[in-house]
């Protein structure tokens, strides 16, 4: 297999507070003499700017949380970083949170660094109220005298209204609304500058969805934290993302400003995931893709969508496409795209 | 009264809960009443958020659950006769249906040739010429596959989409009037969501089966929907032409659901 990938282009940014560069994050086994590697994050490059919201898209099995995760620090067998950096404004050096000591790492999580995760009943201790997770979580970053801590508190939940008799329930007396709601209350307590949203709102109803996802943002609009959020809804996306990433198979195929991708997508999966999308009030047939995403321990050679692809020539077979600045601001992975840009 | 395929009649369902003193009663479903044409297949979405009552309706329908009180019908048959295992699977024969999860519907450690199979000995071996090969073979290609991808297989060797296709082929196999999908694209990935939607579409035109779709997604059942009907905590508040009701909802419950529905429009950004 070749796999002689071009030197990648990278946004040239002042400042981006957090940076991914070309990370490969495997699951790897050994067990009974049978090796499985599987790439579930293959070399991918990104960059989230001050104060957006980057969104990220893909099927499940596409590599997204597994991603997520490895930024997070989060790295436990089989789970192995195995190449690449990620690197926080507020955390220089490193190369990532998995490769910082643990006090660093305690001294960033939550302050500097939160996590809101997709299933708020996993998150939170079902055996202790809400104020005990607060201080758990908080305290130690904020200080002061607990009268002090718990008046903030109370004043955050009030900003994302929140009642204060929250504090005093336990995880399964709160719908799961409410319980989202917490927990994002305490992701942002901190005032933490990366934000990091697995599916926030897969779980939610679409009334309540709404209104979580309008938290989030607001919360963006109000304390500055830039927010990495991951999920498979498009719709989700148009509303809420500055920039959007698309993932498929591991590997980051095209991004551009979200509004961008929704009018000109570039790469064929991503004009077939746009074009697909039933919309009310448009009875214009759509067509499914055909196939199954790859199986991402023995994945394709080259480009990874090309038994898929109607576009694939003999080079997608052979060779992986450099993900190339086809439009200003647009990144696409695609032969077929990146030569006719150049025709 | 026989040429309605599925006739809904002012059903309710009561949930008691707790003891005889201290009980607490819940009405999932209040006073719902709906009917399908035997002459013209349909697809028919229930649409509701959780708790609105829409799973406990479909699960009536199946004659899983019982209602409290009023009557359904199939195809003239009240489904409260339907009592021994004959009748039962008469019922089965012509109702069939496909639930959310199609790796909690299969049990992981069956090979799924042999639901398939299975499915086939019960309901049509008496009145087929050909092996139960062909016949399973014949209901996969409904669905797009073959059975060559799907024989000696276990669930988790196929995708979600792939294994969702095989529980309508397995529903197909026993020929039925009616199928009951509670939620079936929710856990499917957008790629393929589509291409189920687009196979109950075929299902109608060419097969001719009633489908009764239920979910939350406006989008898909505004796509492939004839009919819909709204559901808020048990009671219909909506119901009619799908195209009608989703271009301008009259209840303020259905306006709110079609407002909060994020489209794929990010020119129309909301948030």
């Known amino acids: 297999m070749l796999a002689e990938t071009t030197q990648d282009y990278l946004p040239d940014e002042a400042q981006p507070i957090l940076s991914v560069r070309d990370l490969r994050a495997h699951f790897r086994t050994d067990r009974f003499g049978v090796k499985r590697d599987v790439k579930a994050v293959d070399g991918i490059s990104f ?84 104020r005990s997770a607060f201080v758990d979580f908080a305290y130690p970053h904020i200080g002061g005298s607990r009268k002090q801590f718990e008046r903030e508190v109370v004043a955050h939940l009030a900003r994302l209204k929140l009642d204060p008799s929250v504090l005093a329930a336990y995880p399964h007396e709160l719908s799961g609304g409410m319980r989202q709601r917490a927990t994002i209350a305490l992701a942002t307590i901190c005032r933490p500058e990366v934000i990091l949203a697995d599916e926030p709102t897969t779980a939610l ?74 919309r009310i009030g448009d009875d214009v047939p759509r067509e499914g893709l055909e196939g199954a995403p790859p199986n991402l321990a023995d994945p394709p050679p080259g480009c990874r969508f090309h038994p898929r692809c109607p576009l694939a020539m003999e080079v997608c077979r052979r060779q992986v496409p450099a993900t190339l600045e086809t439009a200003p601001a647009h990144r696409v992975a695609c032969f077929a795209v990146n030569r006719s840009e150049e025709a | 009264m026989s040429d309605l395929l599925l006739d809904v009649c002012q059903v309710s369902k009561t949930f008691s809960r707790g003891g005889l003193l201290s009980g607490q009663r819940i009405a999932a479903v209040k006073d719902v009443s709906f009917q399908l044409d035997a002459g013209r297949p349909e697809i028919f979405a229930i649409i509701g958020e959780s708790g609105s009552g829409k799973t ?197 419950y259905s306006r709110q659901l079609r407002e909060a529905a994020l489209l794929p429009n990010p020119q129309q950004a909301v948030l």
Not at chain 2, 104 to 129: C, Q, V
Not at chain 2, 147 to 166: A, C, D, F, N, T
């Open chain 1, 47 to 130: 960059a989230v700017r001050r104060g957006e919201i980057y969104g990220l898209a893909g099927e499940s099995s596409s590599g997204k949380t597994t991603l997520i995760k490895t930024i997070a620090g989060a790295v436990r067998p089989p789970l192995e970083v195995v190449g690449g950096r990620v690197d926080f404004a507020f955390l220089p050096g490193y190369g990532g949170l998995h490769r910082a000591p643990a006090a660093e790492v305690a001294r960033i999580r939550w302050r500097h660094l939160s996590y809101i995760m997709q299933g708020s009943m996993n998150v939170l201790n079902p055996v202790r109220r809400l």
């Open chain 1, 205 to 278: 109803d679409v009334v309540v969805q709404k209104e979580v996802l309008g938290m989030i943002s607001g919360i963006r609009r109000e304390i500055g934290s830039s927010v990495l959020l991951v999920t498979h809804d498009l719709g989700v996306h148009a509303h809420v993302t500055d920039r959007l990433g698309i993932m498929y198979a591991g590997r980051l195929i095209e991004e551009a400003a979200t509004a961008e991708i929704f009018r000109n997508p570039l790469h064929p999966y991503t004009r077939h995931l746009i074009s697909s999308l039933p």
């Open chain 2, 56 to 252: 406990t309706l479909s699960r009536m329908i199946l004659n899983i659950e019982t209602p409290t009180s009023g009557k359904l019908r199939f195809a003239g048959v009240d489904l409260a006769t339907i009592r021994t295992g004959a009748r039962r699977l008469a019922f089965m024969h012509k109702v069939q249906p496909i639930f959310q999860n199609p790796f909690e519907s299969f049990n992981p450690l069956r090979r799924l040739d042999g639901y398939l199979f299975m499915t086939h000995r019960r309901f049509i071996a008496a009145d087929w010429r050909g092996t139960p090969e062909t016949a399973v073979d014949e209901a996969l290609h409904k669905v797009g596959l073959s059975l060559k991808e799907v024989s000696r297989r276990y669930p988790h060797e196929l995708s979600g989409g792939q294994l969702q296709r095989v529980a309508i082929a397995r529903a197909l196999l026993a020929n039925p009037k009616l199928i009951v999908a509670d939620e079936p694209v929710s856990m499917i990935d957008a790629s393929l969501r589509i291409s189920i939607v687009n196979l109950f579409k075929r299902l109608r035109d060419d097969l001719g089966i009633s489908i009764i779709y239920v979910t939350h997604d406006l989008a898909t059942a505004y796509y492939v929907s004839d009919r819909i009907m709204i559901m808020q905590q048990g009671s219909v508040v909506e119901s009619g032409d799908a195209r009608t009701v989703l271009n301008a909802p009259q209840h303020p």
